[in-house]
């Protein structure tokens, strides 16, 4: 059974770029949440989709959206890229049903703004 | 708004020796919590959760920890560390009542575990 994978594992981008990261929930989850963890800090819940709707989002502009497909599958944007966004971005599901309270994290892409 | 407290950034420690990493959170409303545990270049995995129920949870891998809702805390204990233990630990709480399962986390705990 895979867990939740992230693609890539590594990226690297110029200022003013935009960007698109993508995740795969683990088999039988239906909610995805999205995290930014910087160097040295703990994640930082950015949002949180359910039903291909954003259900709850953080203290993140709006240069960071996002999107849920059918599959359950989703997509982190970020828009103008800031050398402030270098940091690894880390994917979690959770389950259908009963669980949601239970996370589980992908290995996380690793963005590099220069 | 709720916040997550983990005094200890680094905590070195002697291999079979016991160890706490500390955590404490700011809101005394009906919580979930959590120890994650992330060794490098790796994303993280869940160590322990506090649903319901008994105060005092166990990790398969002799880790506990203990909800103290008096004083707001979810301490990370294990008896005897291992060389392998070596990794960042990260707190978590999650506010059961908003009906959303967004996490705070801590700004994690560094456990070196010395020979």
């Known amino acids: 059974d895979a867990g939740v994978t992230q693609s890539p594992t590594h990226l690297i981008k110029t200022r003013g770029q935009q960007v698109t990261l993508r995740c795969s929930p683990k088999s039988g989850h239906d909610t995805v949440s999205w995290y930014q963890q910087a160097l040295g800090q703990g994640p930082q819940f950015i949002f949180q989709?359910?039903?291909?709707?954003?259900?709850q989002r953080g203290n993140f502009p709006d240069r960071f959206s996002g999107h849920q497909f059918p599959n359950y599958s989703s997509e982190l944007n970020v828009n103008a890229l800031l050398l402030g966004d270098s940091a690894l971005y880390l994917c979690?599901?959770?389950?259908?049903?009963?669980?949601?309270?239970?996370?589980?994290f992908g290995s996380g892409t690793q963005l590099s703004v220069l | 708004a709720q916040s997550v407290t983990q005094l200890d950034s680094q905590v070195p420690v002697f291999e079979e020796a016991p160890v706490e990493l500390r955590c404490n959170y700011s809101?005394?409303?009906?919580?979930?919590l959590f120890w994650y545990v992330q060794y490098p270049n790796q994303g993280l995995q869940l160590l322990l959760k506090?649903?319901?129920?008994?105060?005092l949870v166990e990790s398969i891998n002799g880790f506990e920890a203990e909800f103290n809702k008096s004083q707001t805390s979810f301490h990370l204990r294990k008896p005897s560390v291992h060389i392998s233990d070596t990794a960042e630990y990260f707190c978590?709480?999650?506010?059961?009542?908003?009906?959303?399962?967004?996490?705070?986390f801590g700004t994690g705990t560094r456990l070196k575990v010395l020979a």
């Open positions: 506090y649903l319901s129920g008994s105060t």
């Open positions: 809101s005394s409303v009906s919580v979930y």
């Open positions: 979690a599901s959770s389950p259908l049903g009963g669980g949601r309270e239970k996370l589980f």
């Open positions: 989709y359910y039903e291909e709707e954003e259900r």
């Open positions: 978590a709480v999650s506010d059961r009542a908003s009906g959303t399962y967004k996490y705070i």
